[in-house]
Nanobody, 119 residues
């Protein structure tokens, strides 16, 4: 089992920045990839960004087109934590953000953290 806890959400004005963190615990040695999804009211959950857990030279990332150039995903394997740096936030980024881990073909999800972008 893998347990995930998100933090860092909140209210931010358009153009501002937030950084989300996801701390993992449990059987994390075999986690292959981790990342972030989001779900806005009345919409389906969608991919924001994913990153593999491999060493930096072999790491791969997948970033949604809607956030490319504004959001960056990173991870610190020593701390079992990954991050989503969100810059130039827009009102359409408002959603509940969930972190996700993939291990052995199974998916694990955090409880979600609310991000609201509004003036």
């Amino acid at each position: 089992q893998v347990q995930l806890v998100e933090s860092g959400g909140g209210l931010m004005q358009p153009g501002g920045s937030l950084r989300l963190s996801c701390a993992a615990s449990g059987s994390i040695v075999s986690v292959a990839a981790m990342g972030w999804y989001r779900q806005a009211p009345g919409k389906e959950r969608e991919l924001v960004a994913m990153i593999t857990r491999a060493a930096d030279t072999n790491s791969a990332t997948n970033i949604a087109e809607s956030v490319k150039g504004r959001f960056t995903i990173s991870r610190d394997n020593a701390k079992n934590t990954w991050y989503l740096q969100m810059n130039s936030l827009k009102p359409e980024d408002t959603a509940v953000y969930y972190c996700k881990a993939i291990r052995g073909g199974n998916e694990y999800w955090g409880q979600g953290t609310q991000v609201t972008v509004s003036s």
